[in-house]
């Protein structure tokens, strides 16, 4: 479960961060997309496989995309929705599989709360057709969603074997 947990963080973060020298990507998102493609598999038997696919698909349209520039505003919007789609029922299936292994506590309930914020995201890119700043609204969500799965995953899964996950304490 540690190295699942070290590829899902490791996956998360090289889809956050984009450095560049020249054209050279040095952390590739497409790279990320393999590596929770890998874990989707890994965590559930039932459904990973199909969220595996979409992990692979998100990858390929990623790296793809890297070669691909147009000015065609409804092309770019529709590669950006796949890509976005594709990466929703990834951490979907993702969150979905962690639950089945820990029966953590909350999981469900934040596995909704990140599956509003990509809907919420994908829409608000949708209105960038017409209104130029919500593609960046958008780009935004979807940026926060990655670093709530991340905080997500990381609160959730155990650092080390037999340890339980952490549970979050109430102060009140």
């Known amino acids: 479960m540690q190295k699942a947990r070290n590829r899902i963080l ?9 450095v560049r020298i020249g054209f050279i990507n ?7 997309y393999l590596l929770l493609a890998y874990d989707a598999k890994k ?7 199909r969220m595996a696919v979409a992990g692979v698909c998100a990858a390929c ?13 409804l092309f770019t ?20 599989g962690i639950w ?25 890119v949708g209105m960038g057709l017409n209104i130029n700043f919500m593609v ?4 935004v969500i979807v940026f926060f969603a990655r670093i709530y ?7 959730k899964l155990p650092k080390e074997e037999g340890e339980e996950p952490q549970e979050e304490t109430n102060l009140e």
């Open 136 to 139: 960046y609204v958008g780009a």
């Open 61 to 73: 349209l990623s790296f793809i995309g890297f070669f691909i520039d147009t000015e065609h505003r």
């Open 149 to 155: 799965f991340l905080g997500v995953i990381r609160s």
């Open 100 to 124: 089945k292994r820990t029966q953590a506590d909350g999981l469900l309930l934040q596995r909704k709360i990140l599956l509003v914020l990509y809907a919420v995201g994908i829409v608000a």
């Open 43 to 49: 965590m559930d038997e039932d459904q990973g496989s």
């Open 26 to 32: 040095l952390l590739p998102n497409w790279l990320g």
């Open 10 to 18: 490791l996956g998360g973060i090289l889809l956050l961060l984009d």
């Open 77 to 96: 919007w529709l590669f950006m929705g796949a890509i976005m789609v594709l990466e929703m029922l990834l951490f979907h299936g993702l969150t979905v």
